[in-house]
């Protein structure tokens, strides 16, 4: 009679929690299969505003942008984008910080120094539906990466998507903060999260994102509120 192995914690967790590519569902190392792994483009340092591929013809954020760097990762097409929205829906907890990685690594040979990393916080029904602030999954790896603090900053009224309303918690005078959110798109939100960070008194704000939408308009960017 063949003997009945019992499953360890180990095998317990695996079973609870398999890898999985973030994008196709295959079982894989996360963030993304072999398959999905060739279809991912990994954006090279691009304009140190707004992070444009260096030889794109960009809207550059304007001259008076809360932002004064912005760093990013991918494209937001193809498999990053499927991780993404799959993350965001499902409220994924640890498809963040494997979709963070490849950010970190460069943010941590750059050596930037802060004073603390702060992220776009969500809507707080959005949180509860999700069962997770996303943005702050994405910004405790990058504050890991940088050695600085991971702070709070910015308290969300209730809005309609996409015309959010921010306001910082504290006083910020001369901090230099790093400001994180998951995909850079129009800009008009990191624009206003920027913007309340500035108000408070923030000297530098640099703006981190996993993803970037390609053929933005920050130059036309009219969230300035
Ligand atoms: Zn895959
Ligand atoms: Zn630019």
């Given at each position: 009679?063949?003997?009945?192995?019992?499953?360890s914690?180990?095998?317990?967790?695996?079973?609870?929690?398999?890898?999985?590519?973030?994008?196709?569902?295959?079982?894989?190392?996360?963030?993304?299969?072999?398959?999905?792994?060739?279809?991912?483009?990994?954006?090279?340092?691009?304009?140190?505003?707004?992070?444009?591929?260096?030889?794109?013809?960009?809207?550059?954020?304007?001259?008076?942008?809360?932002?004064?760097?912005?760093?990013?990762?991918?494209?937001?097409?193809?498999?990053?984008?499927?991780?993404?929205?799959?993350?965001?829906?499902?409220?994924?907890?640890?498809?963040?910080?494997a979709?963070?990685?490849?950010?970190?690594?460069?943010?941590?040979?750059?050596g930037?120094?802060?004073?603390?990393?702060?992220?776009?916080t969500?809507?707080?029904?959005?949180?509860?539906?999700?069962?997770?602030?996303?943005?702050?999954?994405?910004?405790?790896?990058?504050?890991?990466?940088?050695?600085?603090?991971?702070?709070?900053?910015?308290?969300?009224?209730?809005?309609?998507?996409?015309?959010?309303?921010?306001?910082?918690?504290?006083?910020?005078?001369?901090?230099?903060?790093?400001?994180?959110?998951?995909?850079?798109?129009?800009?008009?939100?990191?624009?206003r999260?920027?913007?309340?960070?500035?108000?408070?008194?923030?000297?530098?704000?640099?703006?981190?994102?996993?993803?970037?939408?390609?053929?933005?308009?920050?130059?036309?960017?009219?969230?300035?509120?």
């Open positions: 009679m063949p003997r009945v192995r019992p499953c914690t180990r095998c317990m967790i695996r079973l609870l929690l398999p890898s999985r590519c973030l994008a196709c569902r295959a079982r894989a190392d996360m963030p993304f299969c072999a398959r999905c792994t060739a279809q991912v483009r990994v954006l090279p340092p691009g304009c140190p505003r707004c992070g444009a591929p260096p030889s794109a013809g960009h809207g550059c954020w304007p001259p008076d942008a809360p932002i004064d760097a912005t760093f990013t990762s991918y494209a937001y097409r193809g498999p990053v984008r499927a991780a993404i929205v799959a993350a965001k829906v499902g409220g994924a907890r640890r498809g963040w910080a979709l963070a990685g490849p950010t970190a690594a460069r943010l941590r040979a750059m930037l120094a802060v004073d603390a990393v702060t992220w776009v969500s809507v707080p029904s959005r949180v509860r539906t999700r069962g997770i602030d996303h943005a702050r999954a994405i910004a405790v790896v990058v504050a890991d990466a940088l050695d600085a603090p991971l702070v709070r900053l910015l308290d969300v009224g209730p809005g309609p998507v996409h015309d959010e309303h921010y306001r910082a918690t504290i006083a910020l005078p001369g901090s230099d903060l790093v400001l994180v959110d998951d995909v850079l798109t129009t800009g008009a939100t990191a624009w999260a920027a913007a309340a960070l500035r108000a408070a008194g923030a000297g530098s704000i640099v703006l981190v994102t996993l993803a970037r939408a390609g053929g933005h308009p920050l130059g036309a960017v009219t969230g300035r509120h």
